[in-house]
């Protein structure tokens, strides 16, 4: 009896940043703020690369859209992911005071696909289709490239040039990556401000 190959189990641009940035052993996220930035604005791209006009438009406010949706798009993209059955949820109790949820991983093959897959565009040079751009524009503009190559935290990497570079050319659509572009700007600046208010208020604080 033969059996046919296993259909990878498809996820969402915000379920595949989430991926990325969690740790498959503590459950924790990396780069939190920045983060659920990427998974808003990963809402907003998945509208437009499902070729419905009237879905492909950014909000009149991109800015406010995000700040608004960010914690929502969050939960949707954990969900998601505990709903296919690639992480499971842990409530832990902290020096039995403070408790914290975390999401350790179930199944890593999506994410060993998904590594393999950006591998193959950013490291051997293969060419991305749409939803690899559009992915590999977030992890650029948002700057978590080193969720997916740690070695691209460092500006003369040459996975970093490669994202960047995919991130500018690699679109069918002008139109598509010019708002791939806006919108992952608009949430680079909203995680700049958060993190430049958290560290006021813990100066003030201290």
Do not use: C
């Not at 740690?150 to 500018?168: N, W």
């Not at 679109?171 to 791939?180: E, K, N």
Request: hydrophobic fraction near 45%; proline fraction near 5%; avoid cysteine.
């Amino acid at each position: 009896m033969t059996t046919s190959p296993s259909t990878p189990t498809p996820t969402t641009l915000g379920e595949e940043v989430l991926l990325l940035s969690l740790d498959d052993a503590t459950g924790e996220s990396r780069l939190p703020l920045r983060t659920m930035d990427a998974i808003a604005v990963a809402t907003l791209l998945e509208r437009a690369l499902s070729g419905d006009a009237a879905e492909a438009a950014l909000p009149d406010d991109a800015e406010k859209w995000i700040f608004e949706h960010r914690n929502e798009e969050y939960e949707t993209a954990i969900q998601g992911l505990m709903a296919k059955g690639l992480i499971r949820k842990e409530k832990r109790r902290v020096l039995l005071v403070f408790r914290t949820t975390r999401y350790p991983e179930s199944d890593g093959s999506v994410e060993s696909a998904l590594r393999r897959r950006l591998a193959e565009v950013v490291l051997e040079g293969a060419d991305p289709d749409p939803r690899t751009a559009a992915l590999i524009t977030l992890l650029h503009h948002g700057e978590l490239q080193a969720l997916a190559f740690p070695e691209a935290d460092t500006d003369g990497s040459p996975a970093k040039q490669r994202m960047a570079g995919i991130a500018g050319h690699h679109w069918a659509d002008p139109a598509l990556r010019r708002m791939a572009e806006t919108a992952a700007a608009t949430a680079a600046a909203l995680t700049a401000a958060a993190m430049v208010t958290t560290v006021v208020v813990i100066t003030t604080v201290t």
